[in-house]
């Protein structure tokens, strides 16, 4: 049909924001943290999507993906998603590729919505209304008062019932530390509250089993990539031995990825991330996989980016409210969700799209690209 909208542009901008405190998990430290943003216009409507990657994700997206976006029909995001993948064969999809499409898909989906006026959880269709978040920080370079004041925030302020922090310190090499801080991280919020730990992958494969006795003897429930999340084998051994949930997946960058850790047995429950692996078309269809073996699907950090398509499946254990990136989705965007009470609500204001508008002003001084 000729007057259905069409992508008519593809705009990129780069916005790098210092951390408020150093930050560390098991195995990287960072100080600060690069949001690549892109923009999907058709008409007078534009679209937004995003990314946590570096700069040069900007630059993929001008150079391998816009030209192929530029003329599609703006309803046929799964088209076009389909078209970037085959437009990075040479490249190389897994990384920063998948990490480019993903914002350029986040935007086309947002700018679906937007051309039919619909926030995206309508357009994709509800399973759900609220969206269970937990609160993820706690980092390995926080002293006890930081990580105690952080936690409570999440627990007490914000009424979040369930909360993550990171362990595996310098590449498991700190475990009583590590087990220190989990004991404090109990004290802080509570017996009531869930209690999760991410090592990153920074543990051995019996040191995880050794450490999830621990782990089980203060109420922790969550086990994040004991070991790498390449080792398959190694991850399943570990989930057959111990009582906690192993949960791994952030690295997914592409569909086989997520099909692979599921068939292994690797996990409880997958995690994926909707800027990294390819975009919500491709979240939705590792939500799908998740749900065909009754596993459900957690998405990972970025959370304006995963709560439409979230509430938009039925196996969703949780979203990832992680310090960093809530940071700095509330400095950069207007229209950002309350989690209040331990979930948020995408969709419920009405707000087209993500519902998030681009701060100018107060993002202007964070552009770097
Ligand atoms: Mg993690």
């Known amino acids: 049909m000729s007057d259905r909208p069409a992508v008519d542009a593809i705009g990129t901008a780069v916005y790098t924001v210092p951390t408020d405190a150093p930050e560390a998990d098991g195995t990287l430290a960072w100080d600060k943290t690069t949001l690549v943003l892109v923009t999907a216009r058709s008409g007078t409507t534009t679209g937004l999507g995003y990314t946590y990657a570096p700069a040069v994700t900007a630059h993929l997206v001008r150079e391998l993906l816009a030209g192929t976006v530029t003329g599609l029909p703006a309803y046929d995001v799964p088209r076009a998603n389909e078209l970037m993948s085959r ?22 989906w947002d700018l679906k919505a937007r051309l039919l006026g619909l926030p995206l959880v309508h357009l994709l269709g509800a399973a759900r209304t609220d969206v269970p978040v937990y609160g993820s920080g706690g980092f390995t370079t926080y002293d006890a008062g930081r990580q105690e004041r952080q936690l409570r925030g999440w627990a007490e302020d914000q009424g979040i019932p369930r909360v993550k922090i ?38 051995t494969g019996g040191q995880a089993v050794r450490v999830a006795g621990a782990l089980a003897d203060q109420g922790v429930t969550w086990f994040e990539e004991p070991v790498s999340s390449d080792h398959l084998t190694v991850l399943a051994g570990i989930r057959d031995r111990i009582p906690l949930d192993v949960a791994a997946g952030e690295y997914g960058y592409t569909l086989p990825y997520f099909e692979h850790m599921l068939a292994a047995g690797a996990v409880d429950c997958l995690q994926a991330d909707v800027t990294r692996c390819g975009g919500i078309t491709v979240w939705l ?18 959370p304006h980016a995963h709560a439409h398509a979230a509430a938009a499946v039925p196996n969703l254990r949780h979203l990832e409210w992680f310090h960093d990136h809530v940071r700095i989705e509330h400095l950069l965007f207007d229209g950002v969700l309350d989690p209040a009470g331990g979930s948020v609500t995408p969709g419920a204001d009405g707000a087209p799209g993500l519902g998030l508008t681009l701060a100018e002003e107060r993002a202007a001084p964070y552009r770097t690209g």
């Open 87 to 108: 437009a990075v064969r040479n490249a190389g999809l897994p990384g920063l590729a998948a990490q480019a499409i993903a914002a350029v898909d986040i935007a086309l």
């Open 166 to 203: 990171k362990i595996g310190e310098s590449w498991g090499t700190r475990q009583d530390r590590d087990l220190e801080r989990v004991a404090r991280a109990r004290a802080a919020i509570g017996d009531a509250a869930e209690l999760y730990v991410d090592a990153n992958g920074g543990y």
């Open 285 to 302: 269809r590792a939500a799908g996989l998740a749900h065909a073996r009754g596993t459900d699907i957690s998405g990972h950090c970025a």
